[in-house]
């Protein structure tokens, strides 16, 4: 699995079709109110799948097929928000990026469009 | 030489980019584009201290909240610019005077400033790294995020050199610093 991370519009999911030559059919948006296509070689916006287990009370789990490529935005990065749902939402990302960087074979950080190697 | 700096506030952007941008002006003039528009007393008095300050490390103030190709005159002289900030110049070209939105004023600045940035000869564009948190915005600051976030793309692109500022440490995405 290969995790590409970095805040909103910085270029995560253009990336990922370049690097890893992904075709736009292949390529599955995360919601907040449904289960993911685990099936998928890509999920992007995976932070909206951790809010959908959020709200359902259970945690993220990592179905993903091993040569997935995850997208997700670095959602823990600012202030603590007031809203108990949005707190929780923000903690278990970051908590659940952390788990799935360990597990990754490539972490990349977007900044401004441009790709940092992390692992 | 085009330098892009970004990243969190106050964490040491604008000391980097006025060291850089007075080492890329050489003996030539040194241009600080100031992108504020004053709307009171109390912003004008801020103004008058900010541009007494810089006066004495050898800026000439150009006062361009908008149109920022206005200031490409001066770059036949040879020089420096430094640009402070990306961050406003989009907010006065977005948000116009009356309150009227520009919805494609992410897409044209992004365009001036890659004309801008090609252009120039020499200069520091500063921005802000304003895209990492959990806040779930109305649709005008989501307009923005995705505007000024275009701009800094367009920019890391075109300039030679990209740095992220974290607390006064840099992280060298691009190129090199000439300080």
Known sequence: MDLIIGGAFQGKLDYARNAFGLREEEIVTCTPDS?????ARCLCRVEDY???????G??????FRPDAVLVGRDIFCG???IDPEERAWREETGRSDSRLSRGADSVTRLFCGIPQKLK | M????SGGCKNGKSTLAERTAK??????????????????????????RH???????????LEQGRDILQCLSRAREGGAFLMDSVTALLSNEMFRPGGVMDWNAGERVADDLLRFARSCGNAVFVS???????????????????????????LARACDTVVEVCSSNFILHKGELPV
Not at chain 2, 2 to 5: E, N, R
Not at chain 2, 133 to 143: I, P, S, V
């Open chain 1, 35 to 39: 289960e993911p296509d685990w099936n």
């Open chain 2, 23 to 48: 080492a890329l002006a050489g003996d030539g003039p040194l241009y600080y584009i100031a992108t504020m528009i004053p709307h009171d007393e109390e912003d004008e008095e801020r103004i008058r």
């Open chain 1, 79 to 81: 202030v603590v928000p």
């Open chain 2, 128 to 154: 802000d790294f304003i895209y990492s948190d959990a806040g779930r915005y109305d649709e005008y600051t989501e307009a923005y995020r995705r505007g000024l976030a275009l701009c800094d793309k367009t």
């Open chain 1, 50 to 56: 951790v809010l959908d287990c959020v709200r359902r």
């Open chain 2, 51 to 61: 541009v007494a300050a810089r006066a004495g490390m050898g800026f000439i103030t």
């Open chain 2, 2 to 5: 085009t330098v892009f700096i």
């Open chain 1, 58 to 63: 259970v945690s993220p789990e990592e179905k």
